[in-house]
C-alpha cells in the first residue's frame, strides 16, 4: 500500500502535498516523490528512504505551483530508490504518474511500448501507465480520455492519479478493483485527492469516495466522475466525522504509545450509542439485521487477516457461546482460493481496520459471488469493505496510524461481543437474563480499561527482561488463544524478536522441545474457565526450567509463587477479558522495541494495511 496526495488551488501545492504524505507514511515509507506544474512546466522531485528525505531535497531544491501530486511508497516492482521512486515522467516530461497497486500485465505492455520507442527509466510496472497516457495524448486524445484508455489496458488493482502540462487545469484520479482508495476532499476554490482521510482532513470534511471503474476530472473548482467508457456518473459527497487533531501525535512519542492510550475513549466510543443499558439490549442499526434474518443463518464465516484475524478468532468464540451460531475463522488470502463451501444461509463476516486489505476485500467478493450475506467490522468510513457489505457494524476508534493495530483490536472485540447478543436476542437463543447481564458488563469496561493502562509503569521491568531475547513462546488456552497470538504479533512487529503463539494445550505435543532458559513463556492465565488446565502448562514449562511470564488476575495467589514475572490484570467478565489482557501485552512488545530502538511507528517491511496480493 501507498500513500498519495493530489492539490488544485490557488495555493502553493508543495507544502499541503508534502503534509498530507506524512500523515500517510504509515502506509509505505521507503521512498516518496512529488510533482508540481508551474507555468506549463513539471517539476519533480524524488528520494530514496523516509519522507524525511524527500523534505530535505525539497528545501535544497525548491519547486512550487498551484498543481501538484505526491506519493510515498510500499515497493512492490523495483527495489526502493530515487529512480523507482513515484511520481514517474514521461518522455516528453509533460505527463506524470502516481500509482498504488500493481499493474500485473505491465511486463507485456512495456515490451509493447518500447516497441514503440519507449524509454523506460525505472524497473517499476507503474512507469507504463504514464508512457500509455502519452501515446494517447499524442493520437490526440485530451487527458480523461487518455487516462480512461490506458487504464482500460491494465489488468490488477488500481489507485492512480496524474496530471499534465498540457492541460494544467485538472488533476485525474481513478480506482479500478481494490489496491486502497481514492478520496476526494472539496474545498472552497480548491481541491484535494488522496488515498486516505487523514491527508487532507486538515482542509476539509466533506468528501466523495471512488468506487472500482471510476474516474474523477478534479479541477479547482469541482469534480466530475465518469466511467471508464466515460458515461458521466453522481457521487455523493459525505461529511466525514473524524477530527483532524486525531492523526496527530500530541504529547506521544509515538501514534502506537498512543493509540494505545487512546483506548479508553475508543471503546467507550465503540459501545458508543449501540447499548440500550436500561433494557439491556443492543442495537446495531447499520447491520440492517432482521430477527427472520438472523434466524435464518446456518453459519458464520469469519475473514481477515493479521492482527483483524485474531479479533475474529475471539469472536468465534463468543457468537459460538452466545447465539449459538457455528462460526469458522478463514484468513482470507486462503479463503479466497479455497473453493469454500458458502451458501445463502452464510454470512461471510469481514473484519478490517482500514477496509481497504485486498485479501479481505477479495475474500467478500469470493463470498458475494456464492450467494453469501456479507458483513463487515471496519473501522475506516467509505472503505470498500464498508461498501460492498450488506451489512456494518464500525469500530469508531478515529485513524489509526501507527502499523502495528492496538485500539483497532480491541474494538472488534466488543464490536463481537455486541454482535453476539444481538444475535442471540434475534434468535431468541436461551439465557435471556444471563445476556442482560453481559450488556450490562460493558458499562465496566471503559474503567476496567484504565485501570489496565494504568499499570503501563509495572510492565516496564518486564520488558527489560525480556528485551535480549531472540525468541519468545506465547500460550493461551480458549478465548486467551487469539490473544496469545495477537501478543506474539504485536513483539515480532515492532521488535522483530521472533515469537511464537500456541494453544496452551499443544505446547506438550512439540514446541515444549524448545523450552529453557533462553526461552520466555509468555502465558495468559487470568482467571477463566480455561484457568486450571492452562495452570499445568505453566508448571509443565516450569518443570523444563522455562521462564514464565503470566498475565494474571489480581489477587490470584497461585501464579506468583509459580511464574518468574507476573503481568496484573483486573478482575475482568470472561468473555470481556481479551480486551484487558491483550493491553499488558500490547504495551510488552512496545516498550521492548522502544528499548530495543527499532522504529515503532514505521516498522520495517511492513504497511498499515496491504492493498495488494
Ligand atoms: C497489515 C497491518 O498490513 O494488515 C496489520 O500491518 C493489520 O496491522 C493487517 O492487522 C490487516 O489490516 P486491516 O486494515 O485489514 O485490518
Redesign the pocket.
Known sequence: ?CGIVGYIGSRDATPIISAGLKRLEYRGYDSAGLAVIENRHIEVRRDAGKLSRLEALLAEQPIHGPIGIGHTRWATHGEPSARNAHPHLGAKGDVVVVHNGIVENFAALKEELAAEGAVFRSDTDTEVIVHLVERYLDAGADLPSAARQAIRLLKGAHGIVLLSSREPDKIVAARVGNAGGVVIGVGDGEMFVASDIPAILEHTRRMAFLESGQVAIIRRDGFDVTTLDGKPLDVEVHNVAWDPVAAEKGEYTHFMLKEIHEQVRSITDTIGDRVDFPAGRIVLPTLALTAEAAQRIRRIIIT???????AGMVGKILIERIARVPVEVDI?SEFRYRDPLVDDETVVL????????A??LAAMEEGRRRGATLWSI???LGSQ?MRLADGTITMQVGPEIG???TK??TAPLVDLYMLAILLADLRRAPGETERRRMVADLRRLPDLVSNCLDRAPAVESVARALKDASHCLYLGRGIQMPIAYEGA?KLK?ISYIHAEAYPAGEMKHGPIALVDKTMPIVALAPKDPWYEKTISQVEQAKARGGVVVAVATDGDELLPRLADLILWVPETPWRLSPVTTVIPLQLLAYQIAVMRGADVDQ?RN?????TVE
Open positions: 500500500m481477515a487477516c493479521g492482527t483483524a484475524a485474531h482470507a469481514a473484519i478490517s481496520q482500514s477496509g481497504e486489505t485479501d479481505t471496519v473501522n475506516v469493505a502499523v502495528a493495530s483497532a483490536f504479533l512487529e516498522p511492513l504497511a498499515k494495511s496491504v
